[in-house]
């Protein structure tokens, strides 16, 4: 498997496994802007199909965003998410940050799960988050001088 840096003819393939991974999904333009923002967009491959993305930011001055993180159905369980989210914890971890943050909704306590094993904590649930109604946990990673803390 192999994480690397998106470029734009991942855009399809991003959106698809977005659509197939949320009830509401970021649009096709969304992911275009964030791309020329200059966040970082990372993609995983499987034999040279992409099969996962992350896109994460610095949101404040001392704090990273995981904006998004979402890997194909038919390649879940083979470690594509652990590869993205590593990577994208150390790339932000390199950059003096606080804190990483991310917001999950609440019903899907499979990824809070996932998240709890990369020590992320939960901060609070924001009631009504999601255009659908549902709530969001904010969970949050604390760093130490580019280091994670423990």
Request: glycine letters at 8%; proline letters at 2%.
């Amino acid at each position: 498997m192999l994480v690397r840096k998106f470029n734009p003819k991942d855009l399809k393939r991003v959106y698809e496994i977005e659509n197939m991974s949320f009830n509401q999904s970021y649009g096709i333009n969304m992911f275009q802007q964030l791309y020329e923002m200059g966040v970082g967009f990372l993609v995983a491959e499987e034999d040279g199909y992409v099969i996962g993305y992350v896109i994460f930011w610095i949101k404040y001055e001392n704090q990273g965003h995981i904006i998004s993180i979402a890997v194909d159905k038919n390649y879940r369980r083979l470690k594509a998410g652990t590869h993205l989210l590593v990577k994208a914890i150390s790339i932000l971890s390199l950059l003096n940050l606080d804190t990483i943050y991310l917001e999950v909704n609440e019903n899907n306590k499979g990824a809070v799960e996932f998240y709890k094993t990369f020590n992320f904590k939960i901060d609070r649930v924001v009631p009504g988050y999601y255009e659908d109604g549902d709530g969001a946990i904010l969970m949050y990673l604390p760093l130490k001088r580019g280091k994670i803390s423990s």
